[in-house]
DNA sequence: CGCGAACGTTGCGCAAGATCAACCTTTTCC
DNA sequence: GGAAAAGGTTGATCTTGCGCAACGTTCGCG
């Protein structure tokens, strides 16, 4: 049950700014299609985005730190977010993946000063971000953008309620299939071989999500590749037998 | 790991309602010292009062059920509340409690239309509520109202953090006594014992919680007796010695 | 190019805790 | 008041998957 030892090494936070609101290059059909904007006009979305800094993270590098004071909030726009939580004793514990498109770092909708969890870079990712205190108008102003806001948290939620709900009844095999699962939903790539995870993850990554060892995720990523069910190489993860994996999930 | 078979009884919903707004009975001091209300005058809270509608449920019965559309939301005025999910095998997970004061099955904040999870009254309870179409209302009209909501969302979601976090790191006997401590905190009577829980509660129940067998339950809590850091009978538990309890739990 | 770090694999033994099972106690309800 | 149901205890056994350890592989960097 308890993951192994220290193993990962302290987050970093990410370098200095590189791209420090290069913002006028963006355009405004990047936002658009997004959940929270989508009600939006051109001209209001314009507004928006020349109010936001724009920044690359590399992977492994941490957006924003826990408890941190919450200054800003942040769009993901390209990569994936992984939101850990480090325990006293160092372990790490990944709650939550964030795929691009979506708000994160959105402490002030959940009435909070700081940030309840880190945020690392799980590949190269770019990000857009405001000052906490447009929250408020962004929320009186923008139509959609506070009850989209609010649909994203209860997906979260949701998600959550399922994690605490599969590690209290599914055993070990069964966690880490649904998880390779919900990883290429959320973001997997379409390959020959099959659907591949769209960022580099590691056996500990896993086992971070799934609250087991890196060695038993090793054991059972070698059983199933055996079985044709998935195809791995180093921080690579191919799933060729989504159907069949899905079954192994169940029950 | 597997939460031992069936178990509970299905939860029964509610049956029919009792007090059906006798609201007038109720007095505005009931509202304001809360959170959500606190920051309202008294002819505002009268307002609300009068468009609520009050009803109390008997202990083990069902306040709503997980997925029934979200038509009307909630007030705990009385009583504890267990949110429970029930598993496609019909195991029970226990996800949270809810004690008296706040609101729940605001599926509106969360942006859904279905509630999502089932609300079981843990003792008899007392409840206030509205229809679902007010939520609109009360978040544009009352000031405090939205942001002391996101308030209690934003912990509910630390507090589900904090058991992803248990169950991935912790063992058992240590999940156990962090259960306990944590139902003692939100609503522990002070008895010459020590603090009791303060309403019924079983092995089962607890091992809903954390995630175990009613069998584990029953070894550790007979131990711990034995070493005078609990007492408890049936349906029933008071914890001595919070002190060194905290102290098992930690790491 | 070669060394070290990060990542991955695999075997073995052991312990925590689930499962099975039997039995007891208290409460409920006809 | 007595049977049945709900709740609780406790022992014996078995399985999962963790801990430890040793080793292989790939990558990045000076």
């Given at each position: 049950?308890?993951?192994?030892?220290a193993?990962?090494?302290?987050?970093?936070?990410?370098?200095?700014?590189?791209?420090?609101?290069?913002?006028?290059?963006?355009d405004?059909s990047?936002?658009?299609?997004?959940?929270?904007f989508?009600?939006?006009?051109?001209?209001?979305?314009?507004?928006?985005?020349?109010?936001?800094?724009?920044?690359?993270?590399?992977?492994?590098?941490?957006?924003?730190?826990?408890?941190?004071?919450a200054?800003?909030?942040f769009?993901?726009?390209?990569?994936?977010?992984?939101?850990?939580?480090?325990?006293l004793?160092?372990?790490q514990?990944?709650?939550?993946?964030?795929?691009s498109?979506?708000?994160?770092g959105?402490?002030?909708?959940?009435?909070?000063?700081?940030?309840?969890?880190?945020?690392?870079?799980?590949?190269?990712i770019?990000?857009?971000?405001?000052?906490?205190?447009?929250?408020?108008?962004?929320?009186?102003?923008?139509?959609?953008?506070?009850?989209?806001?609010?649909?994203?948290?209860?997906?979260?939620?949701t998600?959550m309620?399922?994690?605490?709900i599969?590690?209290?009844t599914?055993?070990v095999?069964?966690?880490?299939?649904?998880a390779?699962?919900?990883?290429?939903?959320?973001?997997?790539?379409?390959t020959p071989?099959?659907?591949e995870?769209?960022?580099p993850?590691?056996?500990q990554?896993?086992?971070?999500?799934?609250?087991?060892?890196?060695?038993?995720?090793?054991?059972?990523l070698?059983?199933?590749?055996?079985?044709?069910?998935?195809?791995?190489?180093?921080?690579?993860?191919?799933?060729?037998?989504?159907h069949?994996?899905a079954?192994?999930?169940?029950?």
């Open positions: 049950m308890t993951t192994s030892g193993g990962k090494m302290p987050v970093p936070m990410g370098g200095l700014a590189f791209w420090e609101s290069a913002v006028h290059r963006l405004e990047l936002l658009s299609p997004l959940p929270p989508s009600r939006l006009e051109r001209t209001q979305i314009r507004t928006i985005l020349d109010k936001a800094s724009c920044r690359s993270f590399a992977a492994g590098t941490a957006v924003f730190q826990e408890d941190e004071k200054e800003r909030f769009l993901l726009l390209d990569g994936t977010i992984r939101v850990v939580k480090i325990t004793d160092g372990e514990v990944t709650s939550l993946h964030i795929p498109g979506q708000l994160f959105i402490a002030q909708a959940l009435g909070r000063e700081t940030y309840p969890a880190t945020a690392v870079a799980a590949s190269e770019l990000v857009l971000s405001w000052p906490a205190s447009l929250w408020q108008t962004f929320v009186a102003t923008y139509p959609g953008f506070a009850s989209e806001t609010y649909k994203t948290i209860g997906n979260r939620v998600e309620n399922t994690r605490i599969e590690m209290s599914k055993h095999e069964q966690r880490i299939a649904r390779l699962l919900r990883l290429i939903n959320q973001s997997g790539t379409r071989e099959g659907i995870i769209s960022f993850i590691t056996r990554d896993v086992s971070e999500m799934t609250a087991t060892t890196l060695h038993t995720v090793s054991r059972l070698s059983a199933w590749e055996k079985d044709g069910l998935v195809s791995s190489k180093r921080k690579k993860i191919v799933v060729c037998d989504p069949r994996l079954v192994l999930g169940e029950t």
